[in-house]
Each structure stands twice: as structure tokens, then as C-alpha cells.
């Protein structure tokens, strides 16, 4: 009997419908005769933290640095235990002669499944079948094609590498920046990851180019030209920026009022065709330009729409592309959207215009990776059941995925070159022939018209005249804020900010046959958990509008200042595919890479506790007592709240009450009571390591011999007691 292990239940569905037998659903499983398939939901276990390896890990300590685990561990995650007890039992299971895994077609899939093998302890044979369509003619030729899980070993290898690396990079320098940054009076958790970091980094960096940039005034010259009555707006040509005020002046007062030649028309016929289907990446992106949503927030939507709804295939598509064989199901899911849609009459007047003959270019099997598009599936839910954001977000989807059955749009576009004298002038318009699938889209989907007329109708060496010429002042201006949206964008390409050529070709190598992407950083599914957890951190800024202007924090800055250089550009991304490159092909081993990444992070850890991060919390408390440590804000178990010195270890025992979150230093309140001993001092107000709070006499440190006298107040009374020292 064969046990099919899927990656997810859709999958798991689609491989069992076409296998032979009669179908018997059991809890965590399908059994077809001779076949048993089961899945899980993406991971369903987890590397096990340090504590998991030592218990004495559990409490954070700089010399406990770095974690050189060499045999990793996993654990189930807790959500998952349940289905990954039924997928251990059954491999187990006296029945099972072999196993097949049926992980996605790339190198996440494939660990996903070979982790429980792992973990399992399974020593039966195992087959891989490689499913990226979920058609029943396309699983029954994968089935036929199935070839050895041993032949895949080098994928596996390369994905765990990275899964391993990112756990070593990520969990020793968090904990060494964190237990460092305390010594400087943080007191929070500093994180920092190989994906993370560089996109904290690229915020700073735009911040810091917006900020220094240094605004340069320059000029553009618009005429007007009548052609026979015909009034033609055209900017002056030139290569470079005008600065010259008196330049620009000349132009114009050459060409105002002049007779001219329109010495060129050329008229170009081009095609536009449908956007393509979304994938996760591009959904996120519309979602925040269009609604003001968060990445996390569009995803979570979408996560809502395929588990609870399941309106939509897998929503975390990295692909913007269908197999061909899914063109023939575009009858069937246009005929269930117009039964859905029944009170909409934008979607249901598109509905009625799509030719489910036509065949877009979305429709291409070889640009498919491990997922196609997200698109609509043949579920007839009650629309009423979602929200207004589900709406909104299904609604983009359904439209995009329609569009693949609309024509092209085709327009012309005319360029048009004016001559006064010596100066140059061009002008365009342009004009939609067929309007095509654009009918439905606006034009913050498309290029908008020309503000021209058609100037198609012109000709060549035609005379006429320059009526007006305006100078207008303007200024240049840096690259914007980044926004939700740009950022996101750019997230699939930082290799254009790379400086070393090797990183940036191997930043495009990575994304070399992959649509969409070129030479990103992250995944669609965990760029938008990574700028989550960059705004949660306050390294990040997000504004509450719509535009959702992105800027770095204080802290932020600080932490790029501190971070190795590595690891805030994308240069470790790029570096560790190289290498992974050679783990999948067998030059190099997994151990081997393992090693370097130790070496690395035992280096970095080494500088960062040579580093006294005077940079960092610029505004931490000095102590006033040893003048080395800083301050830091604590709570006991009580809930009071006390401030202690950061150097504590290296002997500073200085402690102080709080005082509405600050410090109560030793200067007398001017409300003090004064000191009943010796008359002359003031009582100061102090708490214990403890949370106890207690008194002492201002002239504790008098020259000539101070006052020590001590005091409690009572609990019940409020009356001060002296406490009693005995020698």
C-alpha cells in the first residue's frame, strides 16, 4: 500500500480524485483502495529553540554566544501536532510498503515533506511526484513520471541549508545585539535576520538620500503651435535639465511668435495586453495602493478567502501564470462567478463581454514554478458572508483573472517634432483603436490619454506657427518616501542597489526563469511577515492613511549603524545561493556550508563585544554612580518599578525609584521631610533591589562624618521607624 503525502490539502484532494478506487475519508486522510493520501498545511514542524539543546539557553547571556549546533533538532508546531501524529502513524503504519512525496516542485517543498520523513525515522522507499497543475490529466502524467526522493537529496540538502543558516544568523545575533544593546540601557529585543536587515536597511537608506538631498532649480519650456487652426502643446528637447534662467529665456524669445516647420510625424500601431493574474506579491502591492491595507492584512484576506470560502486557489503564489490545460476550466468559473455575482453590475457586464475562446498569455505552462496564479475557483459561496475588505480584495482577483478572456487593447501612438529655428520641440497623443479588456479597467490600471488631439492626420514639412513659448521654474527633486506599495516592489529587485558587480549577478542568477521577480530578497509569503515585524519592533514607521509612507525609526538607524555590513545589504542572500548552488550540485557539503556560516557569526559576535555601541540609545541614563553604565527601567514581581545600573555585573549596585518613569536621583525634593537624626538633612526616597521602598538622610556623605540614619514607613501608619544596623 502507498501512503501519498501532500503539502496541503488541495493538493491531497486533487491527487486522490484521481486514483483508482472507491474513496473513504478518515480523520487526517483518503483512502482509495490501495492508496492512503494524506497532507499537511505547509510546516508542521519547527527548529527547536536553544533551551531545547541546553537548559541553561533559556536565560539570555552574551558569553553563552554564539550556538554552534552542529545536529539540529525539530519540533511539531503546536497547532499541528494532531496532524503530524496521523502522518508519523501512518508511515509507521505495517500496511505502508512505501511512501510517496508529493511536496511542491522546489526546495521549500521538498524539506517540508523529507523534515517528517526525518523526523518519522522512516526507512521504507520513497518516490517524489512533482505536481505544479492540478488538473487530473496533469497529476495522472506526473504519476507515470515519478522518480526516486534519492535523486532529490541535493534540493533537500539546499534547502535545509538556508533554513539552518537563517536559525544560526537569526537567533545568535539577536540574542548577542540584544544582551548588548542592554549595556547601553535598550530594554526590548533587538532582531535581525539575513532577509529582515536588508530591508530595514533599504528604508534607512532612502531616508537618509531624501534627507540629504539638495534641491537644484532647473526650467521646462511648453509652446503652443497652430497647424491650420490646430493648437498642439510640445515640450522643448533636450538631453539634459535646463539650469540656465537666462537659457531658458532665450529659447523662449526665440521661438514665441516664429514661424515653424514640423519637420517629422511618425505613427506607431501597438497592442496592450490583460494584466496577468495576481500572485501574492503584486495583490499586497494594489491592496496597499488602492485600499491602504498592510501586506500582513492582504494576506491574512487572502488566507480567509481560499481556508474558510475557498473562493481562491493557493494565495501564496510567488507566480503570475496558468498552466495551459486550465484554460478549458474558464467556461465553468465565468458561468459560477455570474451566478455570484448577481447584484454587480460592473463584474456581471464583464462577465457577459468574456470570450472564454480567447486565450491570454497568462496561459503558459513553462512560466508556472511551484504555483500558478491566484485565481477563482468553482466555489458558489454566498458573497453576503464576507466582509467589505474580503470584497474588495476577491472582487481585484476575479477581475484580473476575467481579463485572460478579453482582446488585447490596441492604440496608436504619434510623435510629432516641431522646429523654430534651432530649437526642438516634441509632442505625442495617443488614441485607443480597440478598447479590449481596458473597458473595465481604469486608468490608474492603464497610461492615460494624451492631453493632445490625434495628430495622426499630420504630415511632414507642414508650416506653422509658434503662437506661445512659457518658461516654468521647477526644482529636482530626491526619490520619495518609500510607501507600503513602492516597497514592496522594490523588494523584488534591491539587486539594482548592489555595488559589487559579483553580488548583483548573482542576485539576478537567483531569479533568473522566475516572472515578476529580479534579483529580490524574501518571498511574497514572508516579505510581508518581515516588514510586520520591523513595524512591531519600531525599527519601521507606518502612516495611517492611505498612501502608507514608510520611514525608518531612530532605533532603526541605530541598528543598521551597528549591523554587520553583511548582513544589512543584500549580499548574504546573494552569497549563500552561490554556495547553495554548489550544496544542490554535491560540490559542496551541507556540513561544510554549516561551518562557514559559524565562523561568520562566531566573527561577527567576537567584534560586537568589542563594540561599546556608543552610538545606541543616544538617550540612556549615565550612571551617576560608577559614570560607565547607563540606566535601565525594570520591574519586580510586585509590579514596582525601579532603575538599576546596566553595569551591575561588573560590581555597580546602584539603584534609584521611579519617578514617573525617570529616575529619582539623590537631589532633595523640596517637599522633603527633613531628617529626624540629625535635624540639619533631608529624607531621599529609595527602593530596594526588592521593590521595598525606604528612606535615607541627604547628609549620608557629609564631610567630617554623615548621617547614615535609615528609615521604613510603617504600612498601616505612615510613621517613619528607624531601621536598626547592628555591628
Known amino acids: 500500500m502507498r501512503l501519498f503525502i501532500a503539502e496541503k490539502p488541495e493538493l491531497a484532494r486533487a491527487i486522490a480524485s484521481v486514483l483508482d478506487g472507491d474513496s473513504k475519508k478518515e480523520d487526517g486522510y483518503i483512502q482509495k483502495d490501495n492508496d492512503i493520501v494524506t497532507w499537511g498545511y505547509g510546516h508542521l514542524l519547527e527548529l527547536v529553540m536553544p533551551e531545547g539543546y541546553d537548559e541553561k539557553w533559556k536565560t539570555w547571556n552574551l558569553n553563552d554566544l554564539p550556538f554552534c549546533i552542529k545536529k539540529f533538532k525539530y519540533k511539531p508546531i503546536e497547532k499541528s501536532k494532531k496532524q503530524l501524529k496521523i502522518i508519523c502513524d501512518l508511515i509507521q503504519d505495517s500496511r505502508i510498503t512505501s511512501i ?49 526522493n534519492e535523486e532529490f537529496s541535493g534540493l533537500s540538502s539546499k534547502g535545509f541549508a538556508r533554513q539552518r543558516a537563517d536559525w544560526l544568523v537569526g537567533i545568535n545575533l539577536t ?5 548588548k544593546a542592554k549595556t547601553r540601557g ?71 511668435n516664429q514661424q515653424a516647420n514640423l519637420i517629422q510625424v511618425e505613427t506607431e500601431k501597438k497592442t496592450q495586453t490583460p494584466p496577468l493574474p495576481y500572485n501574492l506579491l503584486v495583490l499586497q502591492t494594489d491592496c496597499a495602493k488602492l485600499y491602504g491595507f498592510k501586506p500582513d492584512k492582504t494576506l491574512q484576506i487572502t488566507q480567509t478567502l ?11 503564489s510567488d507566480c503570475q501564470y496558468l498552466p495551459e490545460t486550465m484554460h478549458d476550466d474558464g467556461k465553468a468559473i465565468i458561468s459560477n462567478l455570474a451566478s455570484m455575482f448577481g447584484n454587480s453590475n460592473e463584474i456581471l457586464k464583464m462577465l457577459d463581454k468574456a470570450d472564454p475562446k480567447i486565450k491570454s498569455a497568462a496561459f503558459n505552462s513553462a512560466n508556472v514554478s511551484a504555483h500558478h496564479a491566484i485565481i477563482p475557483t468553482l466555489s458558489n459561496t454566498d458573497l453576503t458572508l464576507l466582509s467589505a475588505d474580503e470584497i474588495k480584495v476577491f472582487l481585484l482577483i476575479v477581475k484580473r483573472y476575467i481579463a485572460q478572456f478579453f482582446e488585447n487593447k490596441e ?45 495622426s492626420s499630420l504630415s511632414a514639412d507642414q508650416q506653422c506657427l509658434c503662437k506661445s513659448a512659457l518658461m516654468t521654474s521647477k526644482q529636482t527633486k530626491p526619490k520619495p518616501f518609500y510607501t507600503m506599495a513602492t516597497l514592496l516592489s522594490d523588494l523584488t529587485g534591491v539587486a539594482k542597489y548592489a555595488s559589487n558587480p559579483k553580488i548583483k549577478a548573482l542576485l539576478l542568477q537567483k531569479d533568473s526563469g522566475k516572472k515578476g521577480e529580479n534579483g529580490g530578497i524574501g518571498t511574497p509569503a514572508t516579505r510581508s511577515e518581515h516588514i510586520k ?10 502612516s495611517n492613511d492611505k498612501k502608507q509612507v514608510v520611514t525608518s525609526t531612530q532605533k532603526g538607524r541605530d541598528l543598521i549603524a551597528l549591523a554587520p555590513a553583511l548582513l544589512s545589504t543584500p549580499d548574504m542572500t546573494a552569497l549563500w545561493f552561490e554556495e547553495q548552488k554548489m550544496i544542490e550540485s554535491k560540490e559542496l557539503s551541507l556540513d561544510e556550508f554549516l561551518d562557514g556560516i559559524i565562523e561568520q557569526v562566531t566573527n561577527d559576535i567576537n567584534n560586537l563585544k568589542e563594540n561599546k555601541m556608543e552610538g545606541f540609545n543616544k ?20 509590579g514596582t518599578w525601579w532603575w538599576g545600573c546596566s553595569a551591575y555585573q561588573n560590581g555597580c549596585k546602584a539603584m534609584f525609584y521611579d519617578n514617573n518613569g525617570k529616575p529619582q536621583f539623590n537631589e532633595v525634593d523640596d517637599n522633603a521631610e527633613p531628617c529626624p537624626v540629625c535635624k540639619t538633612g533631608c529624607l531621599i526616597k529609595r527602593v530596594s533591589q526588592k521593590g521595598n521602598t525606604w528612606y535615607s538622610c541627604s547628609n549620608y556623605k557629609k564631610e567630617g562624618g554623615g548621617c547614615d540614619a535609615r528609615f521604613m514607613k510603617d504600612k498601616t501608619s505612615g510613621e517613619l521607624k528607624q531601621m536598626i544596623f547592628k555591628d
Do not use: W
Not at 175 to 179: E, P, V
Not at 227 to 242: C, H, M, P, Q, S
Open 186 to 256: 535598550y530594554d526590548g529585543v533587538l532582531t535581525l535576520g539575513r532577509v529582515q536587515t536588508p530591508i530595514l536597511s533599504l528604508v534607512v537608506n532612502r531616508d537618509k538620500e531624501h534627507e540629504n538631498f539638495k534641491s537644484l532649480e532647473y526650467f521646462s519650456i511648453t509652446a503652443v503651435f497652430d497647424i491650420n487652426g490646430l493648437e498642439v502643446r510640445a515640450n522643448f528637447k533636450t538631453d539634459e535639465k535646463i539650469t540656465s534662467s537666462n537659457l531658458a529665456k532665450d529659447i523662449v524669445e526665440s521661438s514665441q
Open 533 to 542: 515585524k520591523l513595524i512591531e519592533k519600531e525599527y519601521i514607521t507606518v
Open 411 to 455: 492604440y496608436s501612438v504619434t510623435n510629432a517634432e516641431f522646429r523654430v529655428k534651432n530649437n526642438s520641440f516634441c509632442a505625442t497623443s495617443r488614441k485607443t483603436i480597440k478598447a479590449g479588456f481596458s473597458e473595465f479597467f481604469s486608468k490608474d490600471d492603464e497610461e492615460e490619454e494624451s492631453e493632445n488631439t490625434d495628430l
Open 175 to 179: 540574542r548577542a545585539y540584544t544582551m
Open 100 to 148: 510517496v512525496h508529493c511536496g511542491d516542485a522546489d526546495d521549500e517543498g521538498q524539506i517540508l515533506i523529507d523534515e517528517i520523513l526525518e523526523y518519522s525515522k522512516n526507512n521504507k522507499p520513497v518516490k517524489r511526484l512533482l505536481i505544479n497543475d492540478l488538473s487530473p490529466n496533469a497529476i495522472k502524467t506526473q504519476l507515470a513520471q515519478m522518480k526516486n
Open 619 to 638: 538617550d540612556a541614563i549615565k550612571c551617576p554612580e560608577c559614570n560607565d553604565g547607563v540606566l535601565i527601567r525594570r520591574q519586580n514581581k510586585k
Open 306 to 316: 481560499r481556508e474558510k470560502y475557498h473562493l481562491i486557489t493557493y494565495n501564496r
